[in-house]
């Protein structure tokens, strides 16, 4: 029964459209309506505290020393989220935790390629 459940499934699938969008409309310029977008870190906002980090579901962003500050006569390392792009699953949830608005979800079109970097 079970296979005969499965079999018309893939009938069905055959003949259905694809639900997901060939990369040449893609390439066109082609934005889906329903993304929300993919994050960008606007760093001038960013004060380090990993809240994106902790909140992240697919554990995508990883925190990042970039830098040193001087903070009442202590040298701290300044922290910057990174973004892995194929680990991310574009909630948009580390857009909505920041407090400081250092993440916005963007929705220009980036085609994204294994290897490439972010």
Same mark, same amino acid.
Request: positive net charge; hydrophobic residues 35%; glycine residues 6%.
């Given at each position: 029964?079970?296979?005969?459940?499965?079999?018309?499934? $893939? $009938?069905?699938?055959? #003949?259905?459209?694809?639900?997901?969008?060939?990369?040449?409309? $893609?390439? %066109? @310029?082609?934005?889906? *309506?329903?993304?929300?977008?993919? *994050?960008?870190?606007?760093?001038?906002?960013?004060?380090?505290?990993?809240?994106?980090?902790?909140?992240?579901?697919?554990?995508?962003?990883?925190?990042?020393?970039?830098?040193? %500050?001087?903070?009442? @006569?202590?040298?701290? *390392?300044?922290?910057? *989220?990174? #973004?892995?792009? #194929?680990?991310?699953?574009?909630? @948009?949830?580390?857009?909505?935790?920041?407090? #400081?608005?250092?993440?916005?979800?963007?929705?220009?079109?980036?085609?994204?390629?294994?290897?490439?970097?972010?």
């Amino acid at each position: 029964m079970a296979q005969l459940t499965m079999l018309k499934e $893939v $009938v069905k699938s055959l #003949f259905s459209k694809p639900s997901t969008e060939p990369l040449a409309e $893609v390439e %066109k @310029g082609v934005f889906s *309506p329903y993304s929300r977008g993919y *994050p960008v870190l606007i760093p001038e906002k960013c004060t380090g505290c990993s809240l994106c980090a902790m909140n992240c579901p697919s554990n995508a962003i990883t925190m990042k020393i970039v830098g040193e %500050k001087n903070v009442g @006569g202590r040298t701290l *390392p300044v922290r910057r *989220p990174e #973004f892995n792009y #194929f680990k991310c699953i574009y909630c @948009g949830l580390c857009a909505q935790v920041c407090q #400081f608005n250092a993440i916005e979800m963007r929705r220009e079109l980036v085609i994204l390629r294994p290897g490439s970097k972010c």
